[in-house]
């Protein structure tokens, strides 16, 4: 492609009629349509391209599939999905309920972790839910430590569900900071087989800093905390909360875990150590007493109390 010969010939004028500005506008206008040209030259040389595939070619060939590297074993077990549940990464110890390990990370209370057991009162259901795996930390020769306990543990009580009382060590701690400085000490020695400490008033930096130290810590860690700290925001990846039930049986609520959101409670069957030779079959299921008595109520069946009324009324 060639420019036209009247553009070409534009710098052929006798320069001698211009003045300076017109003859700059000149040499301006002729160093324009020389690279104009070399572009134009550039154009016409260009290779031919093939084609575009249609439609029918393109649909015709099928996409390879695309297939991932291969991991090595250790880096696939390690890998975790938020919609699967967790696995533990180091070992864990039985709860003694088969349902409630089925809940929990790797089937058990993890080790070199921090778990936080919420309930209403301090000191009633911990021991019924803890009982279980600290009877197995006991058989293995591990001592028991106990950190600020709201009430006195009884000893009957722990010796009915299994526990030495040569193996339970009880550290008085009154203060808030007193607590926490013992049970952080008692997690970065590494001598217990499993540390049960009350921390009702413990911050979010320092629940941090314990979970922490317990990454380097061989034996069961498990923090007592009030109901309310459930809406409070915490560092420990295991939380549950445990309630009571009619029947005597505990409701545990794993609000926290690594995996997806826990809905419901895991009912876990828990008389009270003593009071089950002493418990008749009627009074193990009190809610049957209970729906029975309203039923009747609602029927209109006369309950001793109308019956009596009625039968004043007559005389």
Known sequence: MRLPAAVEL???????????????VVLYGHTVLKIMQFHLDWLDARPVLPPPATLESEASVEPAPTRLPSLPPS????????SEL???????VGSGWASLDAELPGGGWPQRSVTEVLATQPSVLEWRLLAPALRTVVRTGAQIVLVGPARHPHLPGLLHVGLDERQLVWIRAEAPSERM?????LIKSNSAGAIVAWLPQARQEQLRRLQVCA????????????????????????????????DWELKVNVFKRRGPVHDGDVV?????????????????????????GATADVVGSASPVASSRRHAAVQ
């Open 268 to 292: 876990l069957p828990s008389i009270p150590g003593g009071l089950l030779s002493v418990l008749t079959p009627r009074l193990r299921k009190p809610s049957r007493l209970i729906s029975r």
């Open 86 to 92: 967790g696995s533990a990464t180091t070992a864990v």
């Open 215 to 246: 990454q380097a810590c061989e034996g069961l860690v498990f923090l007592c905390r009030p109901t309310a700290a459930r809406h409070e925001a915490s560092a420990s990846p295991l939380r549950v909360h445990a309630s009571v039930g009619l």
């Open 10 to 24: 534009l710098p052929s004028k006798n320069l001698q009629t211009l003045s300076g500005k017109q003859i700059a």
């Open 181 to 185: 400085w013992v049970t952080e000490q």
């Open 75 to 82: 880096v696939e077990s390690a890998i975790w999905r938020g």
